[in-house]
């Protein structure tokens, strides 16, 4: 339990001050990132607010004591004050600060949602970068070491076309070759989590390694190949396939 209230903390830090933390292999970082990311943004959207009813009523408040004294200029209306409070408060640099804080979760929660990259904080990121340069630490890109690269945003955008397809599209099966050459050929229309080769999967009383993963057509563009293992014994690794909808199965 500590390492789940703790996981959306540590997520902020770099990848690299992570690997040295003693439970750092003991927290799920993309879970941690979404938490993280999704709760940078809430809280800035809340303090956003707060700054926003917080200035506005001071720069009400200055301008009502300014007009008895005769310090505004004739012909100053209310929505002139409100216009001028609003520009200054948006130019204010607590309001940048603020909004870049939303930006930077929301980029945080896409981007672990959807790509599986576990963005910490810039700030941080900047100062492990300042810390490695004066110690005279190798150091990949910026680019590579925060994260991103061409394939994040390709796969970011794919992500986004897969959330687009039609839900409840039940998975199809295609049975091939004979032991010990038996293979399945599950197509799916969306992607499954953590099925990376060579994972083994259980289904109904067998095991098969996963072999493959590759692309098809629509509607079920995902093909994952698997092996029929001779034998299995079940453990923390292994994925358990059991698909909610019954499964067509199809013919090569």
Request: with cysteine.
């Amino acid at each position: 339990m500590l390492i789940y209230l703790l996981g959306p903390l540590l997520a902020l830090f770099p990848r690299r001050w992570r690997k040295l933390l003693p439970a750092g292999s003991a927290v799920e970082w993309r879970r941690a990132t979404v938490l993280s990311g999704f709760g940078e943004a809430v809280i800035a959207f809340i303090a956003l607010m707060y700054w926003y009813s917080y200035y506005m009523a001071v720069m009400a408040d200055h301008g009502l004591d300014a007009a008895p004294t005769g310090k505004l200029p004739s012909g100053v209306t209310d929505h002139g004050i409100g216009f001028a409070a609003l520009l200054i408060w948006a130019t204010h640099p607590l309001t940048w600060l603020i909004a870049y804080a939303g930006v930077e979760g929301s980029v945080r929660f896409l981007g672990a949602a959807f790509t599986e990259t576990d963005l910490g904080i810039l700030p941080l990121f900047l100062l492990d970068k300042i810390i490695g340069k004066f110690s005279g630490r190798s150091e990949p890109s910026l680019a590579k070491a925060a994260g991103y690269s061409q394939a994040n945003f390709s796969s970011f955008f794919g992500a986004i076309r897969e959330k687009a397809l039609v839900k409840g599209l039940p998975d199809e099966l295609c049975f091939s070759g004979s032991v010990p050459d038996e293979l399945l050929e599950i197509r799916a229309c969306r992607r499954k989590a953590d099925w990376n080769p060579p994972r083994t999967v259980r289904f109904q009383d067998s095991y098969y390694r996963l072999e493959a993963l590759s692309g098809g057509s629509a509607p079920r563009p995902f093909r994952y190949t698997l092996r029929k293992l001779p034998a299995g014994v079940m453990g923390r690794t292994v994925l358990v396939y059991s698909p909610g909808d019954a499964p067509v199965l199809a013919k090569r």
